[in-house]
């Protein structure tokens, strides 16, 4: 077998993979939208008590705006820290691996410690604060893993033209570097929220209910959730699965949107600003 | 003194008082990360560590998990965790890897952002969604391909888990594999190697420690994920019979966490039990994240240029 029959065979084999991935996203959207049948657009006006949706999706969105005003500030201003101000130490990388390794604690587990420390100690109780906390732990890493890409992006000849005219570090990170790398930070918080807009175990014991009547009141009350519903209802109910799917549909219609805007503006500005190629 | 340069004096003294606090405040919510990941550790290991002094090793080894009979012995618990996680590299590895060498070595760059895209997607779709496609679809695809009354199984735990690995395997080894130098494989190139030899012995060489690295966030991730693998795995709390059977269902402990900790009373003998198991998956996923993280540190040393 000559060289490039092999190399043909090999990347053909090397595409199958990649194919069949393809394959299993377009199977997944046709299997969800085989339900779009069971909804009806009034479902999404009409209250849980008349069996629509309108509590869950509202407080989704509650949780997930939340969770991006706690974990979006703090991510970005981390993330600010590490790529401009950290001295490349000792400390610098302990920081670093914290935030890796806090992307990779179990969903799971970060809901033990929300019901632990915020519902428990805190004594926020299940309530929707405590899920904004949980939620942004998860937020956090994605936040500021994507900021930091975005600073590390901006030429470093921007901020030296600033710092040139003897304005100070932050004044030259705030008119140059942060207007630059906006597109890239805005993305990375849209992205935080699509990651955990249908996340279910670490809301699980911090601050969903099955029912409420109507939207809360205080951050300090339980609320619902797409997410939290359908799993309650399938696991612990025992509805048969049918019987959600409106409720995935618009999971992931809510997730796809704000997934796909996070996308597309990467993939504008990247066009747009020819540093960034 | 004009009035003019006065002003100056005083923005200029302004600034450099404001310089300060602002690095701090930078700086405190750079550490926000190490205290929350310490909070984590003191919360779930102190309420764990009550399990460890209340079932000592019991805990680990044990056969029966009961909580019931008042039996907390998670090994078969530890063991499904393992098993589904084992069975799900065992098909991501292939998937993940195949794809993203594809994505970077074959296909054109205008669509290369395309496919990309959808794996990002693929990785946006949430646990429970994929734990509904599992239900309505999956297990009675595998009990009717297998025969068997209930597809509530490991296979397919194992199965949704490896769709969800493979974003994960994806979007780490692809990084590598693009940031192995263009020098290196023009080099290569010129000296008369195909592609795929350039492949072989250029690129997957430097790319080693990075594609590592990405198996083991995938593994990391599989181990931890709860609500897709809780849906489908049948929770039943054995062993299966014989270990290697992945038709037979399993309980991993997320999915024991979970299910459990709504009906545990606060403080109770089976809450310090979960948080016990909690501790046993933090340890082990910080583990698995920690080495990976060193495996790619080593590699962005031999890389030649740093990310």
Excluded at chain 1, 57 to 67: E, K, P, Q, S
Excluded at chain 1, 89 to 101: H, S, W, Y
Excluded at chain 1, 104 to 132: D, E, H
Aim: hydrophobic share 55%.
């Amino acid at each position: 077998m000559t060289e490039t029959t092999k190399e043909r065979v090999v990347f053909f084999a090397l595409g199958v993979p990649m194919v069949m991935c393809l394959i299993a996203f377009f199977w997944i959207l046709a299997i969800l939208s085989s339900g779009a049948g069971t909804l009806n657009l009034s479902m999404l006006t009409t209250s849980a008590l008349q069996g629509g949706l309108f509590e869950m999706i509202v407080g989704t969105i509650y949780l997930l705006l939340g969770a991006a005003g706690v974990a979006g500030p703090i991510g970005v201003l981390a993330a600010v820290y590490l790529v401009e101000y950290a001295p490349s130490g000792k400390i610098t990388r302990i920081i670093d691996q914290a935030v890796n390794n806090l992307a990779g604690v179990p969903s799971i587990v970060i809901g033990l410690f929300g019901f632990a420390f915020f519902t428990t100690q805190l004594g926020l109780g299940r309530s929707l604060a405590a899920g904004w906390l949980t939620l942004s732990l998860m937020m956090l890493p994605i936040v500021i893993r994507g900021t930091e890409e975005a600073l590390k992006m901006v030429p470093p000849s921007f901020q030296e033209a600033s710092l040139a005219l003897g304005t100070t570090k932050w004044r030259a990170i705030t008119a140059t570097t942060l207007p630059s790398a906006a597109p890239g930070i805005v993305t990375s918080v849209i992205l935080g929220i699509a990651r955990v807009a249908g996340e279910t175990a670490a809301i699980l014991f911090t601050s969903c209910v099955l029912i409420t009547r109507g939207l809360p009141k205080s951050p300090f009350e339980p609320v619902m959730a797409l997410a939290y519903n359908m799993f309650v209802r399938i696991v612990a109910i025992g509805d048969p699965a049918e019987s959600v799917f409106g409720i995935a549909l618009v999971l992931f219609l809510i997730v796809a949107v704000f997934a796909i805007i996070a996308i597309v503006i990467r993939t504008y500005y990247r066009k747009r600003q020819p540093w960034l190629r | 003194m004009s009035k003019k340069s006065i002003r100056k004096t005083i923005l200029h003294i302004f600034s450099r008082i404001k310089e300060q606090p602002i690095e701090l405040v930078l700086f405190l919510c750079a550490s926000f990360s190490i205290v929350i990941l310490f909070l984590l550790l003191l919360f779930v290991a102190s309420e764990g560590a009550l399990a460890f002094s209340n079932f000592g090793l019991e805990l680990l080894i044990g056969q029966v998990w009961d909580t019931n009979a008042g039996l907390y012995g998670a090994f078969p618990l530890i063991f499904s965790s393992v098993m589904v996680s084992i069975g799900a590299l065992a098909i991501a590895i292939p998937l993940g890897l195949g794809t993203s060498i594809f994505i970077t070595e074959v296909v054109p760059f205008s669509i290369r952002d395309v496919i990309k895209s959808i794996i990002e997607l693929l990785a946006s779709i949430p646990s429970v969604i994929y734990g509904f496609i599992g239900i309505i679809f999956l297990v009675p695809a595998i009990a009717s391909v297998f025969g068997i009354t209930s597809g509530y199984t490991a296979l397919a735990a194992s199965l949704l888990l490896a769709i969800m690995a493979v974003p994960t395997i994806v979007g780490v080894s692809g990084e590598t594999l693009s940031a192995v130098p263009k020098d290196y494989k023009e080099a290569s190139l010129a000296l008369g190697a195909t592609k795929l030899q350039t492949l072989r012995h250029v690129i997957l060489p430097i790319a080693k420690s990075g594609i590592l690295a990405s198996v083991m966030l995938g593994f990391g991730r599989a181990v931890g994920e709860t609500v897709a693998v809780l849906m489908v795995a049948g929770n039943r709390a054995q062993v299966p019979m014989p270990p290697w059977n992945f038709l037979d269902p399993v309980y991993p402990i997320t999915s024991v966490i979970a299910m459990q900790m709504g009906e545990a009373s606060l403080y109770s003998a089976e809450y310090s039990a979960l948080f016990g198991l909690g501790l046993i998956l933090f340890i082990f996923t910080f583990i698995v994240n920690t080495t990976a993280d060193i495996v790619v540190r080593r590699d962005g040393k031999i890389g030649g240029r740093k990310k």
